[in-house]
């Protein structure tokens, strides 16, 4: 029975939509067993050209983790009361929306009958596991047999057409495209490659397209929660002694009769896998190659030069070669994309005088999709924690040395108590946390310090919780090709910092007013006036925390709006339609 006090769904008919139909649709929801509310629609709006959805849903929890039984309930219900509303001529349309994620599914199409076919396909990954198909005559829950075939005459793969991130509308006439992306994994061991690979593939997703990708060794967890935003996870072949993306070197198992519009590779982690990929086994296929790092500026300050043993022991000859790689991976590329403005500019530099490519292709993250609900104020407890995080086995390009030194500067500028602040540094080397330790204090100058360094963790939901129980984010990397750190703390609505060497603080300082520019410093290197800039704005954060989460949540609703992964997805599929027409 639908329960008032916790609804799951909160359900609302736009004034045009017939008495009869609105009954009928509460009592299949209440035949379910699906916990719902009625909600009266805002007046005041304006008239549209653009049909009304004959009901809006939203839902009230985080898809794929709550309650997916009873939205697999509720999703047959819609589709049986939409396939009711056939029959009295009234356009097939509705939209459901998930309050936490943003999640939007809405379809439009003034042919009734096609949008009953197509409605499947974009509700699928709300089923739970348990799609519902049309098949031109009625609903089946059986095979793929009963599925509508999309994009080919004989076969389609459940993972084609699925919407879960992000609004979609369906056209008829518009195959979907199909994608290969190669990753090192799904989660975040590897960083933020592994992040925006996730997000993008995610996005496109959304977009309509079907997205696969290929990983070493997918969990059961990885599998579930890529399927639950509409991508179809492929674990890599595997090959006796082989390590690492070397795996990726071999062809994927996709669907029969599959075979992908465009191969997306990422920088020196997947792009020779991708290359290989692309022209020995789908030569039809676009090959797209992702930049996220800018060798120019990174190998003067990497710690770890010895880590690959095929690179060289300088910085200007591992730079060199760097180059060389990225031309040799660019030259028969469909097209390049540089991740933010700094590794656009990175790319165009490197690529500038090549004849015949094309023009990088320039997006940014989004900041819409966060991984938790945004937090609403500064966290609870007698401790102000400022958070550091990344790969702190190369502490000098993240700047953790500034972070110290600047910390201690500001509990001296503001007279705090050295106990009521902590400096957690979330990625430490296996091993290493006391030596690390033992760094930071001495960077600092106070031994008294608190001062917690935790290993490097790929578990996501561990990341998210280091970002909402802190006062602070701090990101003062030396050199940052974008900083996805920073702007995942952006997403969460948490205060952050972040350096003026990284692509996030030259897109935040184009986006956001001047008066918001104070949360971009420079962090070239720890010089006294670099540390005490830094210093002051922590300070300022600390000593009135209630003001600094106002405009952190402020500036998550600016970025939000203004940066989307939507954004991204419809860039590259419109680039890959433009090259393949």
């Given amino acids: 029975m639908s329960t008032p006090d916790s609804p799951l769904l909160f359900v609302t008919f736009p004034v045009g939509t017939d008495g009869a139909a609105r009954v009928e649709l509460l009592d299949l929801l209440t035949a379910a067993d699906v916990r719902f509310r009625r909600v009266t629609p805002m007046g005041g709006r304006q008239a549209s050209a653009v049909q009304e959805p004959a009901a809006s849903i939203r839902v009230n929890v985080e898809i794929g983790k709550l309650h997916v039984a009873e939205i697999t309930r509720a999703a047959v219900a819609v589709r049986t009361w939409l396939k009711s509303l056939t029959g009295s001529g009234d356009s097939c349309q509705v939209e459901m929306v998930c309050r936490r994620d943003r999640v939007a599914v809405r379809l439009r199409a003034t042919d009734s009958d096609l949008a009953m076919r197509r409605l499947p396909e974009v509700l699928d990954s709300w089923a739970g596991g348990r799609p519902v198909y049309w098949n031109d005559e009625e609903w089946s829950d059986g095979t793929s047999s009963a599925r509508p075939s999309i994009g080919s005459p004989e076969k389609a793969d459940p993972g084609e057409g699925r919407t879960s991130t992000g609004p979609r509308s369906v056209e008829a006439s518009e195959p979907p495209r199909r994608i290969l992306a190669l990753a090192l994994e799904w989660g975040a061991g590897h960083g933020g490659v592994s992040t925006f690979n ?44 082989a390590r690492g993306r070397e795996v990726l070197m071999r062809v994927p198992d996709l669907p029969d009769g599959v075979t992908p519009d465009a191969v997306i590779a990422h920088d020196h982690v997947t792009g020779a896998p991708g290359l290989s990929i692309a022209e020995d086994h789908y030569p039809s296929a676009s090959r797209i190659h992702i930049l996220h790092t800018a060798a120019e500026h990174l190998e003067w300050h990497r710690t770890d030069q010895n880590d690959d043993a095929e690179l060289p022991r300088d910085a200007g000859e591992r730079v060199d070669r760097r180059f060389g790689i990225l031309r040799q991976l660019a030259r028969e590329a469909s097209f ?168 996030l603080g030259r897109l935040l300082t184009k986006i956001l007013p001047e008066t918001d520019h104070q949360m971009v410093l420079p962090a070239h290197d720890a010089t006294e006036e670099v540390v005490s800039r830094w210093g002051y704005a922590i300070a300022r954060v600390l000593q009135d925390q209630e003001k600094a989460f106002r405009n952190a949540a402020r500036i998550r609703e600016v970025m939000s709006r203004e940066r989307t992964w939507s954004m991204a997805a419809k860039a590259i599929l419109e680039r890959l339609r433009q090259h393949q027409a």
């Fill in 198 to 241: 996730r997000m993008l593939c995610q996005a496109l997703a959304a977009e309509g397209a079907g997205v696969y990708c290929v990983v070493p060794n997918p969990t059961v967890s990885d599998l579930d929660h890529a399927r639950n935003v509409g991508v179809r996870l492929l674990p890599a072949r595997p090959v006796p002694g």
């Fill in 336 to 503: 390049t994309v540089g991740v933010g403005p700094q590794l656009h500019a990175s790319l165009r530099s490197a690529l500038g005088g090549i004849p015949g490519l094309a023009e990088p292709l320039h997006i940014d993250p989004g900041f819409d999709v966060p991984a938790f609900e945004p937090v609403i104020g500064p966290p609870e407890g007698p401790i102000s924690q400022v958070l550091i995080m990344g790969r702190l086995k190369d502490y000098k390009i993240k700047g953790l040395d500034i972070a110290a030194r600047a910390l201690a500067y500001a509990i001296d500028v503001a007279g705090l108590d050295e106990s009521s602040v902590r400096l957690l540094a979330r990625g430490a080397p296996r091993g290493s946390s006391e030596e690390l330790r033992a760094r930071i204090l001495k960077w600092s100058g106070k031994p008294s310090l608190d001062v917690l360094p935790l290993p490097f963790t790929n578990d996501d939901e561990a990341l998210m919780l280091n970002v909402r129980q802190s006062s602070l984010v701090l990101m003062p990397s030396r050199v940052e090709g974008f900083g996805l750190v920073g702007a995942e703390a952006i997403t969460t609505g948490v205060p952050v910092i972040v350096s003026g060497q990284s692509g």
